[in-house]
C-alpha cells in the first residue's frame, strides 16, 4: 500500500469507493453500502436513505462498539449484517454490499459465479459463497451472512438480493467486489456463445509455478522518451479502466522505450490510479529494483525481441472479448471492414502457453497478425504505437460485443473472400 493510501481517512474512503461503484453502474441510487471496521473497533459506515450519486464525506455515520452513533444521518439498515461479518471474522476490515446487474443475475438464478474462469480471478475472489434469502436489516439475515463468511468464503451471494464482499481492507474488498462482477458479466456473454470452459486446480496454479521472479537491476537514468512514455502509457491505462477495457485487478500494457528497454505495468496497482512512477522499467531483461512488473513481463519480452515493429502490447480482460477467451468459438473478425483492418484473421492460442513457453506466443503474434484470443486469460493486441494498440483493443471489444449481440439476432453473416481482398488490396501499405 503507498503511504499516502494509509493516509486518507475512512470518511473520504468511503466516499470514493461508494463514487467509483455508483460510477460504473454497479449499484442504484438507494442500493448498497460499505463500512471499514477501523483498529479501536469503530464502524464506519454509508448512511440510510441517501442519494449514493452525491454522497459527501460529512453523510458517512461512525457506530462506536458501545452502539453510539456520530453523524448527520442514521447508519445504513444494513448495519446488522456489517456488523455480524466483522464479528465472525476478526480479519476483515472492510464490507461492500451492492447490486450489480450480472450478480443480481446470478442471485435471482441461484447461479453462483465460477471465478475458476480466470486464475487471476480465483486469486483475487476464490471461491463464493452463498447466503439464503432473509429480510433485509434483519438479524437472521446477519447470521445467514456471516455463517457463510465464517467457514472462509470472502464474497457471499445473496439469494435474491445481490452480493456482499469483504476483505482486510476496503481497497481489496473492492477489488474482489469488481473482479467478480466482472467474471459474472463475462458468464453472461459466454452464455450466450456456447459451453464455458472453467480451470483446473493445476492450471490456476501455472502462473505461480512456472513464472519465475525477474532478476532486477539500477535502471539507466530516464531518457526523455522514457518520460513521455510513461505518461502516455499511465493515461492510456486509466482510460482503458474508465472505457471497462480492464478491471481494477487486471490488464496489462506495456511500450517499448529502445531495443533493451520497455516499460511495463506493475502487479498489485489499481489500474485507475496507476502513475509514471509506479511503471517498471524492463532493461535487458532485468527489472527495475523495488518494483514487481506483470506476470506477463517474459511474454511481452518475447515479442518485442521477435518482432521490431511492435512498439506496443497490451493484455486485457473486456468482458465481450474475454467471453470468447473462456469457449470455443472464434472471434469472427470479418464483420465490417474496420474489424478486419485492425484485427486481421484473430489467433487462439491455449492456456498456458503464455506461462510455460512465451517464445512460442511471440510467434504466432507479429504485426501481421497482431491479435489474439488467450484461452481463460482475455486478448492479446500489438500495436506500432501505445495509441495503436489501444485503438485496436477498443476495436476487439466492440466486435466481440457485435458478434455476440448479432447471434441473438440470427446467424452471423461473414464478409465474403472477394470482400476481404479487395480490403487488403485497398488498404496495404
Known sequence: MRRDESLVHPRDELMQTMERIYRYRMTTTSGGNLSIRDDEGDIWITPARIDKGRLQREDIVC???????????????????????????????????????????????????????????????????????ALPGSGQLGKNIAAVFARGANCVLLENHGVVVAGESLKEAFARFETLEFTAKTLVKAKILGNVRALSDKQIRLPLELIPEMPT??????????????????EFVRRGYRQRLMISTEGTFSARVDERSFLMTPAGIDRSQIRPSDLVLIHDGHAEDGKTPSRATRVHQAIYEQHPGVQAITNAYSVNASAFSVTS???????????????????????????????????????????????????LVVGTSVLDAFDRLEVFESTAEAIINARLLGDVAPMSDEVIDELVQAFSG
Request: one cysteine or more.
Open 217 to 234: 537491476c539500477s535502471p539507466p537514468p530516464p531518457s526523455t522518451l522514457e518520460k513521455e512514455l510513461r505518461q502516455s502509457l499511465c
Open 63 to 133: 457506530v462506536s462498539p458501545d452502539d453510539y452513533v456520530s453523524g448527520r444521518h442514521g447508519p445504513s439498515s444494513e448495519l446488522p449484517f456489517h456488523r455480524a461479518i466483522y464479528e465472525a471474522r476478526s480479519d476483515l476490515k472492510a464490507v461492500v454490499h451492492a447490486h450489480p446487474v450480472a450478480l443480481v443475475a446470478c442471485s435471482i438464478a441461484r447461479t453462483i459465479p465460477d471465478t475458476r474462469l480466470f486464475h487471476r480471478a480465483w486469486m483475487v475472489c476464490g471461491e463464493v459463497g452463498f447466503a439464503d434469502y
Open 329 to 379: 468459438l472464434p472471434v469472427e473478425s470479418r464483420t465490417i471492414p474496420e474489424s478486419y483492418l485492425f484485427l486481421r484473421d484473430v489467433q487462439h492460442i491455449p492456456y498456458g502457453v503464455q506461462f510455460h513457453d512465451p517464445e512460442q506466443v511471440a510467434a504466432i503474434i507479429s504485426p501481421e497478425q497482431p491479435s489474439a484470443i488467450l484461452q481463460n486469460d482475455g486478448v
